[in-house]
């Protein structure tokens, strides 16, 4: 089993619709991050929560919400799913001190 | 302010070293990461340098210059299954715990037979 678990793995949305992509790990990380990732843009950081009490923005954030439920859930959330969100979604987690960040497989989002 | 720049595409040859090269300009270095990115695949792991020097890990190796904010990564033997994006990724200090990744674009390696 994965260590990072994303779900859906692919998900076609409607134009104003809310969509929620979930995130799991099992690698006990207190850290957690959601990026996004476009051609020609690289990875962007949209949200990240150091713990289950700190949530903080990233550089891309308008638009998006998150929740962390759990030290091993952090789930995120489009309220109102517009085209230009259309991307491949990664979850990611690293440990406290630092280290290397492991990736989710990806959720691949198409808004239409 | 902070940039990381890296080769948008190479191209080698199956069995040959190549090497792909990273420059970065950022205050509070914490360290710089090489992640492999094969097309929609999640990025994985490969290296992470943060005194100056070399690090090899078996077919592949990563080197560091502080002063010169430069990296490379260095893939010998290489296998059709290189194939991939190469990721580089700059750590950088924010204060206290507080630390901050930027990731340059991408170094698509295609590897021909």
């Known amino acids: 089993d994965a260590d990072v678990t994303q779900t859906p793995r692919n998900r076609i949305t409607k134009t104003g619709k809310r969509i929620m992509l979930e995130c799991s790990q099992t690698?006990?990380?207190?850290?957690m991050y959601w990026y996004r990732q476009d051609p020609g843009l690289g990875l962007r950081l949209i949200y990240y929560?150091?713990?289950?009490?700190?949530?903080n923005k990233g550089e891309i954030s308008d638009g998006y919400s998150v929740s962390r439920q759990a030290q091993a859930k952090f789930s995120l959330s489009l309220e109102s799913a517009i085209p230009n969100q259309t991307a491949l979604y990664f979850c990611?987690?690293?440990?406290?001190?630092?280290?290397?960040?492991?990736f989710g497989q990806g959720t691949r989002l198409t808004v239409v | 302010g902070q940039n990381i720049d890296q080769p948008t595409e190479m191209t080698a040859t199956e069995g040959a070293i190549v090497q792909i090269n990273c420059t970065y300009q950022?205050?509070?270095?914490?360290?710089l990461f090489w992640y492999q990115q094969h097309a929609g695949e999640a990025p994985t792991f490969l290296s992470y340098?943060?005194l100056d020097g070399l690090e090899e890990k078996g077919r592949f190796s990563s080197f560091l210059s502080r002063s010169k904010g430069y990296s490379y990564l260095l893939l010998k033997e290489l296998q059709m299954k290189d194939s991939a994006s190469y990721l580089c990724?700059?750590?950088?200090?924010?204060?206290?715990?507080?630390?901050?990744?930027?990731w340059g674009l991408g170094t698509s390696l295609a590897v021909n037979p």
């Open positions: 990611a987690t690293s440990g406290s001190v630092g280290t290397e960040a492991f």
């Open positions: 690698k006990g990380h207190d850290r």
């Open positions: 950022t205050s509070g270095f914490n360290g």
């Open positions: 990724a700059v750590r950088r200090s924010m204060g206290g715990n507080n630390r901050k990744l930027i």
């Open positions: 929560s150091f713990d289950v009490k700190d949530i």
């Open positions: 340098n943060v």
